[in-house]
């Protein structure tokens, strides 16, 4: 069984960077691509970017984020800079298997608890 825990979200402020680590356990992790998604209060849970056999990004936050994966330790990252409010949200991990980084949230099975990310301004 696949598990994912996030962690580094915190509070801060608009222009600061943070970054993102989910580390997935229970299966072999270079089997899976690894997407994050964003869930702002009122709002869909939306794409944010993936790690497969190549890296997507969503538009909105292109040029500002970054995803690296690091095999060794099993954790894929979101690097975050210049983050703005309207980038507050709780920040999920998911994974799926296969090697395909799909911008689509159906496509993934197994997702993390969540960890929450606010910008203020």
């Known amino acids: 069984q696949v598990q994912l825990v996030e962690s580094g979200g915190g509070l801060v402020q608009a222009g600061d960077s943070l970054k993102l680590s989910c580390v997935l356990s229970g299966r072999t992790f270079s089997l899976y691509t690894v997407g994050w998604f964003r869930q702002a209060p009122g709002k869909e849970r939306a794409f944010v970017g993936a790690s497969g056999n190549s890296i997507a990004i969503a538009d909105s936050v292109k040029g500002r984020f970054t995803i690296s994966r690091d095999n060794a330790r099993n954790t894929v990252y979101l690097q975050m800079n210049s983050l703005k409010p309207e980038d507050t949200a709780v920040y999920y991990c998911?994974?799926?298997?296969?090697?395909?980084?799909?911008?689509?949230?159906?496509?993934?099975?197994?997702w993390g608890q969540g960890t929450q990310v606010t910008v203020s301004s």
């Open positions: 998911a994974a799926r298997i296969g090697t395909y980084p799909s911008t689509n949230l159906r496509n993934y099975d197994n």
